[in-house]
Structures are given as C-alpha cells and as structure tokens.
T-cell receptor
Framework: EAGVTQFPSHSVIEKGQTVTLRCDPI?????LYWYRRVMGKEIKFLLH????????ESGMPNNRFLAERTGGTYSTLKVQPAELEDSGVYFC??????????????FGPGTRLTVT | QKEVEQNSGPLSVPEGAIASLNCTYS??????FFWYRQYSGKSPELIMS????GDKEDGRFTAQLNKASQYVSLLIRDSQPSDSATYLC??????????????FGSGTQLTVLP
C-alpha cells in the first residue's frame, strides 16, 4: 500500500512569488491534515479536511494560504504571495475516519519550502 | 493553552540499554497519544499509539500512559544505534473536537552509543 506522497520535495522561491504544494493521502483515508515546522519550532497544525470539506482551518497563519481538496482525493496548499517567514517544512498526513479504526495519522515526506 | 512538554535532551544511552523518554500534556481529558520517530531530514514515522491507561508493548517499544498524572512515556529496550533519532510525543486534545489534530512536543533527541 502506497503511503502519503508530497510534491515537490523541495521548493526555493523568491519573496512575493506563488508556490503550490501537493499531497496525495493514503488511499481510503478521508482525513487529510496539513502541518508545518518552521526552524527551531514544533510541528504545528494548519488545517484539516474530511473528504473535500474543510473541517478546521484554525491553524492557517493568514489569508495568503489557501488549501483545497479536489473531489476528496489529493490536496493542494497554495502560498500567495510568499513571505520569508513562510519558510519551513510542510507536512501532509492522513488518517481513517474515527470509528473506522483509530486516530493514527501517517505523514508524508514533507515539502521543504525556502523563501529568499 | 494546549501544551505537550518533552525534555529536549540530548539523551545518550549505550547500545543494549533501555532508553526512557517522557512527555507531559496539559489537557486532562485527552484520550489519544502517539510517539513518532523522526530521523534527521525525514518525516515523522508513527511507532506507537496508546489510548488507555497502562502499558502497551510492540517489539522493543513499550508505551506507558498515566492519565491521572497526565504523562505518557516510551521505553526502548535493547537500544540500537539505528534508534538514534528525535522522538516526538503527540496528543489529540479533547478540545480539538472533530478535527482531532495532533499537538506535538518539541521532541527528545536520542543517541545510542555503540
């Protein structure tokens, strides 16, 4: 069974540019999460999808970040325009719906975003 | 304020010894607890989940949960150099509601010396 995949693995952009990160969850996982780790800090929650619906986006830092989940499958996270403080590693995780198993979340390899 | 606290280490143990990692959390009503292992430059890898008070064993790993004292620990028996990594404690707080997002500690860096 394929795990969570993310693309690209690394992105270097200039301040003011736009970047789109993609996440493909484990097949059959309806829950999809985005997290971020900035330098020296803990991994922090950004937002949560259940299928195609945003369940909680309380962790999104500001309106420069836009997440979508097309048809309840893959998800994209767009940063527009990027700022220096957006640099970090963006992780995607997926899990089954509660009641279908457990709360266990499985992480993708992450996208390292560097804004210069 | 939802918090997960870990001793950042570094923690060094000799090969073959037991490594003990500890974590405390702020929300007494929380019910889901996880340990992730993260190698440098890699993503968090789930190694243990625990939901009930007591011990849960999986191979060389044992997770221990004490909800009354609000701590969860991870024991690694017969530690190997390949266990050297950062271990992240993560909690789903009761107050997270239906989102059930993870709140992470800062991680404990473990080094197993050959």
């Amino acid at each position: 069974e394929a795990g969570v995949t993310q693309f690209p693995s690394h992105s270097v952009i200039e301040k003011g540019q736009t970047v789109t990160l993609r996440c493909d969850p484990i097949s059959g996982h309806d829950n999809l999460y985005w997290y971020r780790r900035v330098m020296g800090k803990e991994i922090k929650f950004l937002l949560h999808f259940v299928k195609e619906s945003k369940q909680d986006e309380s962790g999104m830092p500001n309106n420069r970040f836009l997440a979508e989940r097309t048809g309840g499958t893959y998800s994209t996270l767009k940063v527009q325009p990027a700022e220096l403080e957006d640099s970090g590693v963006y992780f995607c995780a997926s899990s089954l719906l509660p009641g279908q198993g457990s709360d266990e979340q499985y992480f993708g390899p992450g996208t390292r975003l560097t804004v210069t | 304020q939802k918090e997960v606290e870990q001793n950042s280490g570094p923690l060094s143990v000799p090969e073959g010894a037991i490594a003990s990692l500890n974590c405390t959390y702020s929300d007494r009503g929380s019910q889901s607890f996880f340990w992730y292992r993260q190698y440098s430059g890699k993503s968090p890898e789930l190694i243990m989940s625990i939901y009930s008070n007591g011990d849960k064993e999986d191979g060389r790993f044992t997770a221990q949960l004490n909800k009354a004292s609000q701590y969860v620990s991870l024991l690694i028996r017969d530690s190997q150099p390949s266990d050297s990594a950062t271990y992240l404690c993560a909690v789903i707080f009761l107050s997270s509601g239906s989102a059930r997002q993870l709140t992470f500690g800062s991680g404990t860096q473990l080094t197993v010396l050959p």
